[in-house]
């Protein structure tokens, strides 16, 4: 299968401790993005990065969130000293963006963090 | 900033029927990109159908098909011969069409779709 995958996808962790998302995007694909859905809600886009380069962050990626994309291949997104409120789902997504080309998002299927 | 607004916190359709899932959106951009985008239990984010804004023709996509208002600011969603397999989260969303093409989306905060056998 060469979609976008994500690991873990749950995870439970006590309220101050540190957690690591990984996220696989589709091999060709330069850009991936880095969305937060909360329960009821719609995703909300939190970063996303061109090959190495993170190119945005939003507003909603405090100082205790970070997120790598070494060598343009794998994403590592990390939450320090977790809040209950960074109780959410974490959805990676990647695109392959070049000049002319439609380009279309896809999605994995997101890691549940749930923060006691 | 440009919210999305889906009024229909849940919709049900008896199989092999038709229905409509509502979509208002606020923006003060002329170019920008709409999507109707599906969430099974699986949680995976499916695409099921784009519209560009400066695109008059309504797009279609086998069953599904929009009813694109730019005037109102209004994008819903026609689901054709209902199938069980159509049964998700149904999420509109905006993107604004600038020169870096980034898909930063705009959700809505969804419509669950249930198919009656």
């Known amino acids: 299968d060469t979609g976008v995958s994500q690991d873990p996808r749950h995870k439970i962790t006590k309220r101050g401790q540190n957690v690591t998302f990984r996220c696989d995007p589709i091999?060709?694909?330069?850009?991936l993005y880095w969305y937060r859905q909360t329960l009821g809600q719609g995703p909300e886009f939190l970063t996303y990065?061109?090959?190495?380069?993170?190119?945005?962050k939003s507003r909603l990626l405090s100082d205790r969130f970070s997120a790598e994309r070494p060598k343009g291949s794998f994403s590592t997104l990390e939450i320090q000293r977790t809040e209950q409120g960074d109780s959410a789902m974490y959805l990676c997504?990647?695109?392959?963006?070049?000049?002319?080309?439609?380009?279309?998002?896809?999605f994995g299927s997101g890691t549940q963090l749930s923060v006691l | 900033a440009q919210t999305v607004t889906q009024s229909q916190p849940e919709m049900s359709v008896q199989e092999a029927e038709t229905v409509t899932l509502s979509c208002t959106y606020d923006?003060?951009?002329?170019?920008?990109?709409l999507f109707w985008y599906k969430q099974p239990p699986s949680r995976q984010m499916i695409l099921v159908i784009r519209?560009?804004?400066?695109?008059?023709q309504n797009a279609t996509e086998n069953r599904f098909s929009v009813n694109f208002q730019k005037a109102a600011k209004s994008f819903s969603l026609k689901i054709s011969d209902s199938q069980l397999g159509d049964a998700a989260m149904y999420f509109c969303?905006?993107?604004?069409?600038?020169?870096?093409?980034?898909?930063?989306?705009?959700f809505g905060q969804g419509t669950r779709l249930t198919i009656n056998p």
């Open positions: 997504a990647s695109s392959a963006h070049y000049r002319g080309l439609d380009e279309k998002l896809f």
């Open positions: 091999s060709e694909h330069n850009r």
């Open positions: 990065f061109q090959n190495e380069a993170q190119l945005e």
């Open positions: 923006t003060s951009e002329s170019d920008y990109y």
């Open positions: 519209q560009e804004a400066y695109k008059q």
């Open positions: 969303a905006y993107r604004s069409a600038d020169g870096q093409g980034a898909q930063k989306l705009v």
